[in-house]
């Protein structure tokens, strides 16, 4: 098994640990127990970056020598790695548990369906031509960047709808969070959207071809505008943009998993 392999099994592992030290926190309420919290997920982001790192350094060794962002499984460590990026970014505002667990449950996923997942492939592969631009790094960074932010806005949004006292943070705070990751993550979708729009250029002589993928990129788009409208220009706060981060976030989950599953197109090569 290749180093970044191990790497990356640990990192999975030390999510979970994440994760059953926030439930202990819940269960015991000891403050003391939040405090190793963020020095864990520091490391486990470090962690992973190595493993990202050595996974590219990997595909020199190969012969191939591409950033690990060309198939499913790549894409799948990238999307966790970019969560707990966009947590430890914001952890001024997200310094809540609640908020943090949730989190770790995402990554958590992404990295254990990508580690024992048989339908995954997680040899390092040869890039499809349509995969030989450097446009493909800026669009892939930038649309799970937004992702991630997106997730954010969705745990917020989903918290919102419950009322947990001396766990889930108070509704005006998680109302805030809510609006600035989607501030954070709308620039990056759009930045996403238009490189996307020059690779597929460079990649199939069209900016634009109503693929799937670019088809509900784009419906995800026009959610995360309606909600930014409707914020800025309608005044709209509370369980009204909780719904649309909802609804904003699982139209990322349609774009990322259910066009590669559902759907074929020109990026049918991303699973």
């Known amino acids: 098994m290749a180093v970044h392999h191990k790497i990356l099994g640990i990192v999975t592992l030390l999510y979970l640990c994440l994760f059953f030290i926030h439930l202990i926190f819940f269960a015991f309420k000891k403050e003391k127990i939040v405090a190793v919290m ?13 493993g990202l790192i050595l996974r590219w350094l990997e595909s020199y060794r190969h012969g191939m020598g591409h950033a690990p962002l060309s198939n499913f499984y790549e894409s799948l460590v ?30 958590l996923f992404l990295m254990g369906y990508a580690s024992i997942s048989p339908s995954v492939d997680r040899n390092i592969q040869p890039l499809v031509p349509a995969l030989q631009s450097n446009w493909l790094h800026i669009h892939v960074l930038t649309c799970f960047l937004a992702y991630a932010s997106f997730a954010v806005s969705f745990i917020s949004g989903f918290l919102y709808m419950f009322t947990w006292k001396n766990v889930i943070p ?18 990056m ?3 996403g959207i238009f490189t996307g729009a020059v690779w597929a250029h460079y990649a199939w002589g069209s900016y634009w071809s109503w693929d799937p993928k670019e088809t509900w990129s784009l419906i ?6 309606v909600f930014l409208h409707a914020r800025l220009m309608r005044g709209w706060k ?3 943009i909780a719904i649309l981060s909802i609804v904003g976030f699982a139209s990322v989950i349609f774009t990322y998993f259910g066009v ?3 759907l074929s197109g020109l990026h049918s090569y991303a699973t």
């Open 238 to 240: 509370g369980k009204k």
């Open 189 to 191: 979708l759009s930045a």
């Open 38 to 50: 963020w020095p864990l997920l520091y490391g486990t982001l470090g962690l992973h970056t190595v």
């Open 170 to 187: 108070p509704r005006d705070i998680l109302d805030e969070i809510n609006y600035r990751s989607v501030v954070v993550g709308f620039p």
């Open 260 to 262: 590669n599953f559902i």
């Open 78 to 107: 990238f999307y966790a790695w970019c969560v707990s990026l966009i947590v430890v970014f914001m952890k001024k505002r997200l310094n809540y548990p609640a908020i943090t667990v949730c989190a770790t449950v995402i990554s």
């Open 220 to 225: 995800t788009w026009i959610v995360y505008a």
